[in-house]
Structures are given as structure tokens and as C-alpha cells.
């Protein structure tokens, strides 16, 4: 019977969950009225996993493979998926997402007052910073008040929208004093809402809720985050080096909370060689690895369990200020002419055609934006109207030409094929000529922040969070979508959340410079022999994982 238990837990560890979550109002009597009846079901369940994994687990130190290298440690400005990795699992906030769902994590208690607008937290007083230094209410309120400066300019900080003054503070219209965060003692913390957002308790599981210690920042000099000595960690694990190959995580030995590591350690590679990654997942040097998508079916095959999230967009995005392409028809006659049946033909498998702006996988408060009603109309693709728009208006530009232009793209894997299937798509139906220009990921995203291009093929991924994949979106389009993406912050239900997502893509399938082409795929390869839960959008919580039994 225990054998059948342990493998049945392992089983169900790996397996990809839809995260539904009750709301706020429910949640918390929850929390409070059947914790006496928890603690039992979760002593035996730490005694059904621990039976599962071999004392292997102790002595084993976890390694993962990444792309991108961190740019910085901090966690409220973590973005790619290395600095995600190292904050979710060297920090740890009032909560914590475990299988999708919010539970207390810093925070020992929660209540919720009778109008919903503000939330009594008593913190862990075991919990202690990596130098021994107590986590403390007045940590909370410096992380909340950094997060949402004007100054750091977070990419995070609207997901805190909903706290009182947020929006206000980050705007730099109030002071940070007027921010509803509060420490009524060492150990209590207060959080006034705006208005009642029964997914909060998701909220504080963002990074950009996580705590900051006042004395050690100042101390750093304006180096927060940027070496590993200047990091000091309240979660399971803690960073004792960082360089640009890898990052090395091992126990917090200070660390007193409800998630203890199981492990001796994480080790974090870089290498943005994705066929290199992947060779080096298959001889045994790291546990785990993001891999190229067009690797996912060889990595069934070799035994590998593969998470495959369709979260990212690949899109035509046309530049507003250039030089012939910035002109609204013309716009719309490259839109027009693209038809999904010629460019995506021979389309790789890590590739699908985009029915829509939303990646299928892409999803709020746990729940994928798809399963909502309202979908966006697509534009039709019309080469008839697309070349009269396009000859009406080269008739009005200077010499009656279509300046010379080429589309700018990443040099990463099946974009210069997508790339040339859409080139030959205008050619075809328009009669344009267009160039070719391939260029390294950093040099891509460099020229899109500074507008120096005339039409672009951009990867959107909306593991960055969907406001944050709007926010890209818009940019690249020109459309201004900041009103959607702020209610989408501040909602306080998928529903809501996903109406207005819904009208941001409506927008944007609309928008004459913005043209879905492809919807790819995240793959992260996991070896067999372990196992983990995870964060989120497949991230490993490495805190949590185990060696199998041989």
C-alpha cells in the first residue's frame, strides 16, 4: 500500500494542473477555522513524500539550465526567467503559490476585514534574513514602497494596483507614506485595498510583493542585487555565488518557514546555445533544462517528462514613424496580404498559426484567458483589397515608390523561415519587395525599444505576466492599452480580468500595425529520475523536489 501511494504522489507532482482558486472572502476562514485539521493531513502527507524519495534527496545538489543570464538579483526587478528563478526560490512572500494556489507563506495568520479592504498579517518571528537579521513588518512595507518607486520603475509594481495609493504613489503623485501598507507591530502587518479584490492573496505571491531589508540596502550602496554579496535572502534557499555562467543556491540555514528545502542545493546554468543545452540535459549534467522547442519530441523520446506551454506570440509589428510603412494603408495592405495558409506552410511543429493575439496557454489568476467567452474578430486576409489599398497609397508618396525596407528579426529558432514564408507572402500578393535582416535576440530587442526599424517579426511571451505582455504588445503596435492593463491589475476576478485582456486584443486585432502570424511554445525538459512541483508557467520550485528511487 505505501509503494502504491508514493508512486501515485510522484505521478500527480508532475502533472500540469489547472489552477482554479476560491476567492478571497472564502479562502481565509478557510485558512484560520481548519488549520487544527490541516496540520495532521500535512504531517502525513511530508511522511508519504518523504517515504517516496531516497535519502538521495539530502545529498543531491538540483542543477537547471536557463538561456538568459540574470541581469540583476533584485527581486522586484526580476524579468527573464533566470531572475524569476533565483527570487522565487531564494525569497519568499506573505504567500506563496503551491499547485497554483495562494497559501500563507512569510505570513503565519491572515485576516480579512468584514468590507474586504484590508488584510491583518501576523508574520512567522522565526523567520530570519540569510545574515540572521528577523524578518519583520517594516521589511514588507520597504519592499512594497521600493516596488511601486518611481525611481526603480519596477516592471512588477502594477501588480500591486490594488493597494490603496498604489497607482498614485507610482505615478510619483503621493508620497510613499500614503502607500495603504502598514506596520502595526515587529511582527503585524496591514494592507488597505482600494477596493475588495478577492484574488489579493494571489497577488502577494509576486515577486513584486516581496520583502526588503532597509539597513542591508542601504548598506549596498546602490549595488542591491547586483553581486551575490549583495543579496540577502528570507526563503528556502540563499545565493552564495553568482557569475555569468551560473548561479549557486544552497539552504538557508536561517530559514524557519513552512517550505524548508529537501535538497542540498540548486545550481543554475546559462547557455544560449539551445542545441549545447539539450546535449548536455541528455549526458546527465543538469537535472532540468529550458530547451529549444523544436527539441521537445526528441526529449519525449529519450524519456524525458516535457511541460510544452504555448505562451508566447510571434507577430508583424509595422514602426508608426518610418519612412513609407508608417503610412496607415500601407500599414493595412501588409496586413491584408499575409495569408496563413502560405506562410504556414512547412511551419515547424514548434510553431502553430495564430487564431487570435492571446497564446493559448496564457493565463490570469490561474486560469487560461481561453476558457473565457468573448474572443477577439479576426481580420480577414484580403490580397485583392491589400494590393489596392497598397498601390493608392505608394501613388501618394514621394516618386511614387515604395522606399527600400526590411523586416528586422531575432536570429532564434524557425524566425528566419517565418520570416521569409511572410517576405514571399508580400511579394506575392503585393508586388513589395522586402528585405531580410536578421539579428542577435539582444541587438533585436535593442532596435524595438529604440524604434529603429520599419517592420518587425516579434516574439511576445506572455510568461511575463499577461499586463506584461500587453504592455510589449502595445508598445510594439503603438496602441495605447494602458487603461485595459491597469484594470486588468487592479481586477479582482478572472472574469473581469480576462473581459478586459479580451479588449486589448480586440484592439490589437484591429490595429493596422499589428499583425498575429504564430503562436510557439516554452519547453522545459525534466530527467526522470526527480521530481518537483512547480511555480509557475512550469518553472521547477526546486525547494520542493525530490530523487526518485532507482
Given at each position: 500500500?505505501?509503494?502504491?501511494v508514493?508512486?501515485r504522489?510522484?505521478?500527480?507532482?508532475?502533472h500540469?494542473r489547472?489552477a482554479d482558486?476560491?476567492?478571497v472572502?472564502?479562502?481565509l476562514?478557510?485558512?484560520?477555522?481548519?488549520?487544527?485539521?490541516?496540520?495532521?493531513?500535512m504531517i502525513?502527507a511530508?511522511l508519504l513524500?518523504s517515504a517516496?524519495?531516497?535519502?538521495?534527496t539530502a545529498?543531491?545538489?538540483f542543477?537547471?539550465?536557463?538561456?538568459l543570464?540574470?541581469?540583476n538579483?533584485?527581486?522586484?526587478?526580476?524579468?527573464?526567467a533566470?531572475?524569476?528563478c533565483?527570487a522565487l526560490n531564494?525569497?519568499?512572500g506573505l504567500?506563496r503559490?503551491?499547485?497554483?494556489?495562494?497559501?500563507?507563506?512569510?505570513a503565519?495568520?491572515?485576516?480579512i476585514?468584514?468590507?474586504?479592504?484590508?488584510?491583518s498579517?501576523t508574520?512567522?518571528?522565526?523567520?530570519?534574513?540569510?545574515?540572521e537579521?528577523?524578518?519583520t513588518a517594516a521589511?514588507?512595507v520597504?519592499?512594497f514602497?521600493?516596488?511601486?518607486s518611481?525611481?526603480?520603475d519596477s516592471?512588477?509594481a502594477?501588480?500591486?494596483?490594488?493597494?490603496?495609493?498604489a497607482?498614485?504613489?507610482?505615478s510619483?503623485?503621493?508620497?510613499?507614506?500614503?502607500?495603504g501598507?502598514?506596520?502595526t507591530?515587529?511582527?503585524?502587518?496591514e494592507i488597505?485595498?482600494?477596493?475588495?479584490?478577492r484574488?489579493?492573496l494571489?497577488?502577494l505571491?509576486?515577486?513584486a510583493?516581496?520583502?526588503?531589508?532597509?539597513k542591508?540596502f542601504?548598506?549596498t550602496k546602490?549595488?542591491?542585487?547586483?553581486?551575490?554579496?549583495?543579496?540577502?535572502?528570507?526563503?528556502?534557499?540563499?545565493?552564495t555565488?553568482?557569475?555569468?555562467?551560473k548561479l549557486r543556491l544552497?539552504?538557508?540555514?536561517?530559514?524557519?518557514?513552512?517550505?524548508?528545502p529537501?535538497s542540498?542545493g540548486?545550481?543554475?546554468?546559462f547557455d544560449a546555445?539551445?542545441?549545447?543545452?539539450?546535449?548536455?540535459?541528455k549526458?546527465?549534467p543538469?537535472?532540468a533544462?529550458?530547451?529549444?522547442?523544436s527539441?521537445a519530441?526528441s526529449?519525449?523520446?529519450?524519456?524525458?517528462n516535457v511541460?510544452?506551454?504555448?505562451n508566447s506570440?510571434?507577430?508583424v509589428?509595422?514602426?508608426?514613424?518610418?519612412?513609407?510603412?508608417g503610412?496607415p494603408e500601407i500599414a493595412?495592405?501588409?496586413?491584408?496580404?499575409l495569408?496563413?495558409e502560405?506562410?504556414?506552410?512547412?511551419?515547424?511543429?514548434f510553431f502553430?498559426?495564430?487564431?487570435g493575439?492571446?497564446?493559448?496557454d496564457?493565463?490570469v489568476?490561474?486560469?487560461k484567458?481561453?476558457?473565457f467567452?468573448g474572443?477577439?474578430?479576426?481580420l480577414?486576409?484580403?490580397?485583392?483589397?491589400?494590393r489596392?489599398?497598397?498601390?493608392?497609397?505608394i501613388?501618394?508618396?514621394p516618386g511614387?515608390?515604395?522606399?527600400?525596407?526590411a523586416?528586422?528579426f531575432p536570429e532564434?529558432?524557425g524566425?528566419?523561415?517565418?520570416?521569409?514564408r511572410?517576405?514571399?507572402?508580400w511579394?506575392?500578393?503585393l508586388?513589395a519587395?522586402?528585405?531580410?535582416?536578421?539579428?542577435?535576440?539582444e541587438?533585436?530587442?535593442?532596435r524595438?525599444?529604440s524604434?529603429?526599424?520599419?517592420?518587425?517579426?516579434?516574439?511576445?511571451?506572455?510568461?511575463?505576466?499577461v499586463s506584461?505582455?500587453?504592455?510589449?504588445?502595445g508598445?510594439?503596435?503603438?496602441?495605447?492599452?494602458?487603461?485595459l492593463?491597469?484594470?486588468?491589475?487592479?481586477?479582482?476576478?478572472?472574469?473581469?480580468?480576462?473581459?478586459?485582456?479580451?479588449?486589448?486584443?480586440q484592439?490589437?486585432?484591429d490595429?493596422?500595425?499589428?499583425a498575429?502570424?504564430?503562436f510557439?511554445?516554452k519547453c522545459v525538459a525534466?530527467?526522470n529520475?526527480?521530481t518537483?512541483?512547480?511555480?509557475e508557467?512550469?518553472s521547477p520550485d526546486?525547494?520542493r523536489?525530490s530523487?526518485l528511487?532507482?
Open positions: 500500500m505505501l509503494l502504491f508514493c508512486l504522489v510522484s505521478v500527480i507532482s508532475n500540469p489547472n482558486t476560491t476567492t472572502s472564502s479562502q476562514p478557510i485558512v484560520n477555522c481548519v488549520k487544527n485539521l490541516c496540520l495532521p493531513l502525513i511530508f513524500l517516496c524519495r531516497t535519502d538521495k545529498q543531491h545538489i542543477t537547471y539550465c536557463l538561456e543570464t540574470p541581469q538579483l533584485d527581486p522586484q526587478l526580476a524579468q527573464n533566470a531572475e524569476m533565483a531564494a525569497f519568499e504567500t503559490l503551491l499547485n497554483g494556489k495562494p497559501e500563507l507563506a512569510a503565519q495568520s491572515c485576516d476585514s468584514s468590507d474586504g479592504l484590508v488584510y498579517f508574520l512567522n518571528s522565526k523567520n530570519r534574513w540569510s545574515n537579521e528577523p524578518v521589511d514588507f520597504f519592499g514602497r521600493r516596488a511601486l518611481p525611481e526603480l516592471p512588477l502594477m501588480a500591486l494596483f490594488s493597494v490603496k495609493n497607482q498614485e504613489v507610482h510619483g503623485l503621493l508620497h510613499a507614506d500614503s502607500l501598507v502598514t506596520a507591530g515587529v511582527y503585524a502587518l488597505t485595498l482600494a477596493a475588495p479584490n484574488e489579493f494571489r497577488t505571491a509576486s515577486p510583493a516581496f520583502p526588503c531589508n532597509k542591508f542601504e548598506e546602490g549595488h542591491y542585487g547586483l553581486e551575490a554579496k549583495y543579496i540577502i535572502s528570507n526563503g528556502p534557499f540563499s545565493v555565488f553568482w557569475d555569468g555562467e544552497r539552504p538557508n540555514k536561517h530559514y524557519e518557514g513552512k517550505n524548508p529537501q542540498a540548486l545550481t543554475v546554468f546555445d539551445g542545441d549545447k543545452r539539450f546535449a548536455d540535459l549526458n546527465e543538469y537535472d533544462a529550458v530547451i529549444p522547442a527539441f519530441e526529449a519525449h523520446k529519450e524519456g524525458f511541460r510544452e506551454l504555448w506570440l510571434i507577430a509589428c509595422v514602426n508608426r514613424g518610418a519612412a513609407g510603412t503610412n493595412l495592405a501588409l496586413k491584408l496580404a495569408e496563413p502560405f506562410y504556414a506552410e512547412n511551419m515547424p511543429s502553430k498559426p495564430a487564431d493575439v492571446i497564446p493559448p496564457a493565463a489568476f490561474g486560469q484567458i481561453r476558457t467567452s474572443g477577439a474578430t479576426a480577414s486576409p484580403n490580397p485583392d483589397a491589400a489596392t489599398k497598397f498601390n493608392k497609397a501613388s501618394t508618396l511614387k515608390t515604395f522606399p527600400q525596407t523586416i528586422l532564434e529558432e524566425m528566419r523561415e517565418l520570416t521569409v511572410i517576405a514571399h507572402s511579394q506575392k500578393n508586388s519587395y522586402i528585405n531580410l535582416e536578421g539579428v542577435p535576440a541587438e533585436f530587442r535593442r524595438l525599444d524604434g529603429e526599424y520599419a517592420v518587425a517579426l516579434c516574439p511576445l511571451l506572455s510568461g511575463d505576466g506584461g505582455f500587453l504592455t510589449a504588445a508598445k510594439a503596435s503603438g496602441e495605447n492599452l494602458e487603461s492593463i491597469t484594470q486588468t491589475s487592479k481586477a479582482d476576478s478572472a472574469e473581469f480580468a480576462a473581459a478586459k485582456i479580451r479588449e486589448a486584443e484592439i490589437l486585432t490595429s493596422a500595425f499589428f498575429p502570424v504564430a510557439t511554445f525534466v530527467s529520475r526527480i518537483f512541483g512547480e511555480i508557467n512550469g526546486f525547494w523536489a530523487v528511487k532507482n
